[in-house]
């Protein structure tokens, strides 16, 4: 509690969790205010119906609040014991990365390949990225309905497709690629928090043990001729993953760079970087 306080994470106490789950998995994920009073006088009726009224994050654009304003470059890696957090040494190749709300370990686990990271606003234009030269495109994971983001980000990410460079997209990334390659995304009546999802990844037919964060999903049914299902989840079988068939585009819906595993998912950064050397 008292370290909780300290840096000002929100929790529960004294709920049972497991009626909760029940209620979310078979009605859905209802709206939900946490109020907090020293003296627990709550007005219950101002407080319901302050979750009654609340429209949702469908039609959000959330990431433009939890991108950087300004363009930065990356350089930090791995943490390693016993020295922590490693300097790697980076190579001939870079990779620009589009912040949606990017997570730190995401850039972290890019820059232990060897590559060189360029950090760039969710509303960066493709002329803007492809004129940095970067031999990769990473659309990182990021807040809020992948619709409303990508009023502004899907027709940028259409060009970065037709300029044939190498794409990565990330959770909200990988939903906003799938939008830009002509599938729709849905909002889920469950979505998916945890650090324990098993997903398999179809195209070695391996099941990994990933970190979800998400409230909408691909359409699986609404994938064109040119793109490959290439993961699924094993809890209810939504799409977590696409690639395209004749170029090096892929993305996935889990976070690769989190240590559920704690390593199943670091090789898709490999993969990635492998097909910038192609």
Excluded at 37 to 61: I, S
Excluded at 202 to 210: A, F, S, Y
Aim: hydrophobic residues 40%; contains cysteine.
């Amino acid at each position: 509690d008292t370290w909780m306080k300290s840096r000002g994470v929100i929790g529960l106490a004294g709920v049972d969790t497991r009626a909760l789950t029940q209620l979310i998995r078979e009605k859905g994920a209802p709206h939900a205010v946490i109020a907090h009073d020293p003296d627990g006088q709550f007005d219950l009726e101002a407080l319901t119906a302050q979750a009654r009224d609340w429209k949702g994050l469908v039609g959000l654009d959330l990431a433009k609040d939890a991108s950087t304003t300004q363009a930065f470059e990356w350089t930090e890696g791995a943490w390693e014991w016993p020295t922590g957090y490693a300097q790697p040494e980076a190579g001939d190749k870079s990779v620009v990365v589009v912040d949606y709300g990017v997570k730190r370990n995401i850039l972290r686990a890019l820059a232990s390949t060897g590559v060189k990271i360029t950090v760039v606003p969710a509303s960066t234009t493709a002329e803007d990225i492809l004129a940095r030269n970067p031999d990769g495109v990473v659309l990182s994971n990021g807040p809020g309905d992948p619709a409303a983001t990508g009023e502004y980000a899907v027709p940028e990410i259409k060009k970065l497709l037709d300029s044939g460079k190498p794409l990565m997209g990330i959770c909200l990334g990988h939903q906003m690629l799938a939008i830009a390659l002509g599938a729709k995304t849905l909002k889920m009546e469950q979505g998916h928090h945890g650090a324990n999802h098993p997903v398999k990844d179809l195209t070695t037919g391996k099941v990994e043990i990933v970190s979800m964060n998400h409230e909408f999903s691909v359409d699986r049914d609404s994938l064109p001729e040119a793109v490959v299902e290439t993961h699924v989840s094993l809890f209810d079988g939504t799409n977590c993953g696409i690639a395209l068939k004749d170029k090096p585009v892929f993305s996935v819906q889990h976070h690769p760079e989190a240590s559920s595993g704690p390593t199943d998912s670091l090789y898709l950064f490999k993969r990635f970087v492998d097909s910038m050397r192609a």
